[in-house]
Structure formats: C-alpha cells, structure tokens
C-alpha cells in the first residue's frame, strides 16, 4: 500500500505486531486505519476455512485484535514496492494509483473498473482497504479472487 501510518513501526523490512498494536497504531493515527485493519480483518476471515484465518476465532473483530498481523498470521502491509519480489507470497495492491506507480499496465488484466489481475505473479489490483472503496460486496468478490489465484498458483498458508 502506498500509505504508511505515522506511528513508529520499529526498524525497516517486515516486523510482526504486538497484541494491541492495532488498537494503539488507531487511536494515534485515527480513523483511516482502523478502516484498513477492519478491511483487512474481514476480508481473511471471509475466505473459507481452509486458509486458516478463522480456525482460532469467533469473529472477524477477535482475529483482527488476535492474530492479524502478528507473528505466524501469514500477513502483512507492505510500504514499499521492492518487497513485491517474493514469488511465493499473493499479494493485493490497494488502490490504482499505488499499483500504477508500481506495475506497468502491461502486466495486468483489468477485470472491471476496480480490479485487477497479475495472474503471473500472483497480485490482484484492489480498491483501497475503506468501507467507501471496498464494501462488503467488494471484499467477497475480492475474496474470490484470492481464491483462484491460490488455487492456481498452489500456494499454500504455512506457518
């Protein structure tokens, strides 16, 4: 994502979160993110239990404040771009203008205004993790999405 909340993350390269983090990276850094970790939290926990999001929770609330994030969630935000590199990893760019900024428009395959395909190396071009830009109805068809290109590509959630 292109955005990066103005809270201090610790060194560079990916850090898990701490139990609370969440909260304290909301209250700090308002509204807009806790959007984004709701987003986020909701869209895994909408995918079928066979990824494992929801194995250890009741809902999307308690995965997102337990485990979202966090060492061993198989998650992350990523900052910069040169962290797309990793072949073994799906991954969503939020928002068009950041994935302009990243890909070229030759790589992907738009399916509708919104979304987007890199089938090759596993990204999907979303709409910005906000309730305005990713409704409910967004995050199920997104969810889809990640479940073709895991299907296609094999890739497997391990710890």
């Not at 986020?40 to 979202?68: I, M, T, V």
């Not at 994935?99 to 509708?112: D, H, K, P, Y």
Request: aromatic fraction near 12%; charge should be positive.
């Amino acid at each position: 994502m292109g955005n990066r909340p103005d809270y201090d993350l610790g060194t560079s390269g990916v850090q898990p979160l701490q139990q609370g983090d969440i909260t304290r990276i909301g209250q700090a850094c308002g509204n807009g993110w806790r959007k984004v970790f709701n987003v986020y939290a909701k869209l895994l926990y909408s995918l079928p239990a066979e990824f494992g999001f929801r194995q250890n929770s009741h809902s999307w609330q308690q995965y997102r404040d337990q485990y979202l994030l966090q060492k061993g969630s198989q998650t992350a935000l990523m900052f910069s771009p040169t962290e797309l590199s990793q072949s073994h990893c799906l991954h969503l760019l939020m928002g068009r203008t950041f994935a302009r900024s990243v890909l070229c428009e030759e790589e992907v395959t738009w399916l509708n205004r919104e979304f987007a395909l890199d089938s090759r190396r596993c990204r999907i071009i979303c709409p910005y993790f906000d309730y305005r830009q990713l409704s409910n109805q967004k995050i199920l068809f997104l969810g889809d999405l990640i479940q073709e290109l895991m299907k296609r590509h094999r890739l497997l959630l391990e710890d």
